[in-house]
């Protein structure tokens, strides 16, 4: 059977067998050596590397194409192989490409409500030769989308945007930002929402990186003066926004999650071998905290995978996904925490790549509880839409 995922169509009916493939040509492509070097100094180096990482893997043997229809590009499959994807390249050392994490958020909403879009654009997504910016927050709607303000007025065949986006994630390096906007008046709320595919480079769009705490340029502000958007560009029909905001919301919800417990797993065992290199023995409650921190990586794990599942059978994914988010923060910030406290000293003031890096996933770690929902806001939407529990009484 052939090594090459392009020419074995077997793969994209059976995820085990896909999975035995593509470990094996991970353990064994010499190309791939040079990805699993880390030491990149920004964003802009490191998901420039990512993208290399992605046409590399798809000009091998197509095997980060495994899991989208091949209408879009790909070589069929569905979440499953993706999963399969996240976990053998953490395995192996690799980076799961950070453009992925938009990927899993945005194409499957294109896919799904404006196929000629996908056609048109996500080949290249997958491929690693553009990626996209997911622009909903503005400065007075953060997790309250449906009160955005961005404007969209349609005249003729185009649509005339105007307004500021805040917080929009890979938008200093994004080709295409998938925004929402407001096409009703403010008053309609949700109901007034459309969602426009917008090229960066069309006059009017301006780009400001916004910095985090470790210098990274991982979000930024996006201002929109008068842009021309042709109405072909439109996610789905007029005022359903809304609707594909929800859609991709599993996605982010259950995609990431499994992400996330990938790249956590190498991680844990990357963090145990650097601090066992440290002088000295292990401090009081090391081993406890390191058991504490994998069973919550676990968890986060056996959760995203009932999510992945439903999501490939085809199930639409209800406000349940909150929990796979709340379950994503606590393990994603409990394990830099570990980081923070065992490196000691070294984890403020060593240079060396690998703490370098642990630093600044550190502070990013921070957002983990605000970005895409807020913990209580996830909370709430269990207790109100899950549980049923009764509202609280007004004073």
């Known amino acids: 059977m052939s090594e090459n995922g392009a020419e074995n169509t077997a793969y994209a009916t059976d995820p085990d067998e896909y999975r035995h493939a593509l470990r094996r040509h991970l353990a064994t492509?010499?190309?791939?050596?040079?990805?699993?070097?880390?030491?990149?100094?920004s964003t802009e180096e490191r998901i420039t590397s990512d993208a290399?990482?992605?046409?590399?893997?798809?000009?091998?043997?197509?095997?980060?194409?495994?899991?989208?229809?091949?209408?879009?590009?790909?070589l069929g499959g569905d979440e499953r192989h993706r999963g399969v994807l996240y976990d053998e390249l953490s395995r192996s050392g690799l980076p799961v490409p950070e453009p992925h994490l938009l990927i899993e958020t945005l194409v499957p909403a294109v896919t799904k409500f404006s196929p000629h879009l996908a056609r048109r654009h996500a080949a290249a997504f997958l491929r690693g030769e553009e990626w996209w910016g997911q622009c909903f927050s503005e400065p007075e709607a953060g997790s309250d989308l449906a009160a955005l303000r961005t404007k969209a007025t349609r005249q003729a065949d185009h649509y005339v945007l105007s307004g500021q986006k805040l917080w929009t994630s890979h938008g200093a390096t994004a080709t295409r930002l998938v925004c929402l906007v407001r096409t009703g008046t403010t008053e309609s709320r949700h109901r007034g929402l459309s969602m426009l595919m917008v090229d960066v480079d069309s006059p009017g769009v301006s780009v400001r990186p916004i910095a985090l705490a470790s210098g990274d340029n991982e979000l930024a502000e996006i201002f929109f003066d008068d842009v021309i958007v042709p109405a072909d560009q439109l996610v789905g029909t007029e005022g359903q926004g809304w609707a594909v905001a929800m859609f991709l919301l599993q996605y982010e919800r259950a995609m990431y999650a499994w992400q996330t417990a990938s790249v956590a797993l190498r991680r844990i065992t990357e963090l145990r071998r650097l601090v066992g290199e440290l002088p000295g023995p292990l401090p009081d409650g090391a081993r406890r905290r390191f058991g504490a921190c994998y069973v919550d990586i676990i968890t986060l794990r056996a959760r995203s995978?009932?999510?992945?599942?439903?999501?490939?059978?085809?199930?639409?994914v209800g406000p349940e996904a909150s929990v796979d988010k709340i379950l994503l923060a606590s393990a994603e910030q409990g394990l830099h925490d570990l980081a923070r406290?065992?490196?000691?000293?070294?984890?403020?003031?060593?240079?060396?790549?690998?703490?370098?890096a642990w630093r600044a996933d550190w502070w990013y770690s921070r957002s983990a509880t605000i970005l895409g929902g807020s913990a209580e806001v996830q909370r709430t939407i269990l207790a109100d839409h899950v549980l049923e529990l009764p509202k609280e009484m007004a004073r």
């Open 305 to 316: 995978s009932q999510t992945v599942r439903r999501l490939a059978a085809g199930d639409t």
């Open 341 to 356: 406290d065992l490196l000691g000293s070294d984890f403020l003031l060593s240079d060396s790549a690998a703490v370098r």
């Open 52 to 74: 290399r990482l992605m046409s590399h893997l798809a000009a091998e043997g197509g095997w980060n194409l495994y899991g989208w229809p091949t209408e879009i590009g790909g």
């Open 29 to 41: 492509a010499p190309s791939l050596a040079r990805f699993r070097e880390r030491g990149h100094k």
